[in-house]
């Protein structure tokens, strides 16, 4: 079985550019969150899309926003690109979303902000 | 503020020995925890998960759930170089919302 897929594995960018990162989750699973690691704030969640709603958001400004299609895949966006959003961006899925169901990660983006 | 507490070691344990990772959480209402091991330029990998007050054993490792303490910990039996990570306990608190501890470094020497 598949894993979580992530792509790009590597971006490079300049300072208001905007960037859009994909995720396919693992097949049958319907859950996908985001997740932003840097070495200062460790892992820090972003955003949970479930059957094509985000059902819960973190504490991260409104250039930060994602969605997810029918086919369960996800695509996060961030605009006006700042030199602090350098960082390894996850993506994870779960089966069914329920608290309880642990979440399965990609490799990541690395994001390098120029 | 929903917090997770780890110890950033670096934890060092030899060969063979057994490594006790601990952390502690805020929030009393979710119960839901995990462990991850990650290596050093790679993503977080699932080791272990529980929700129920307890242990629970999966090969070497074994988790354990104390809720009246609100303290989560994680044993490696007969640990081995190649557990040498970056342990990270993380807390289920909503809608597949993980608040992540800062992780602990386990060291095992040959």
């Known amino acids: 079985k598949a894993g979580v897929t992530q792509t790009p594995r590597y971006l490079i960018k300049t300072r208001g550019q905007q960037v859009t990162l994909s995720c396919s989750p693992i097949?049958?699973?319907?859950?996908v969150s985001w997740y932003q690691q840097t070495p200062g704030q460790g892992l820090q969640f972003l955003f949970e899309y479930f059957s094509e709603t985000q059902r819960n958001k973190g504490n991260f400004p409104g250039r930060f926003s994602g969605r997810q299609f029918s086919n369960s895949r996800s695509e996060m966006n961030v605009s006006t690109l700042e030199l602090g959003d350098s960082a390894l961006y996850l993506c994870?899925?779960?089966?069914?979303?329920?608290?309880?169901?642990?979440?399965?990660f990609g490799d990541g983006t690395r994001l390098s902000i120029l | 503020q929903k917090e997770v507490e780890q110890n950033s070691g670096p934890l060092s344990v030899p060969e063979g020995a057994i490594a006790s990772l601990n952390c502690t959480y805020s929030d009393r209402g979710s119960q839901s925890f995990f462990w991850y091991r990650q290596y050093s330029g790679k993503s977080p990998e699932l080791i272990m998960f529980?929700?129920?007050?307890g242990d629970k054993e999966d090969g070497r490792f074994t988790a354990q759930l104390n809720k009246a303490s609100q303290y989560v910990s994680l044993l490696i039996r007969d640990s081995q170089p190649s557990d040498s990570a970056t342990y990270l306990c993380?807390?289920?608190?909503?809608?597949?919302?993980?608040?992540f501890g800062t992780g602990t470094r386990l060291l095992v020497s040959p």
């Open positions: 993380a807390q289920n608190t909503g809608f597949q919302k993980l608040v």
């Open positions: 529980i929700y129920s007050n």
């Open positions: 994870a899925s779960s089966s069914t979303g329920e608290g309880n169901q642990p979440q399965h």
């Open positions: 097949s049958g699973h319907r859950s």
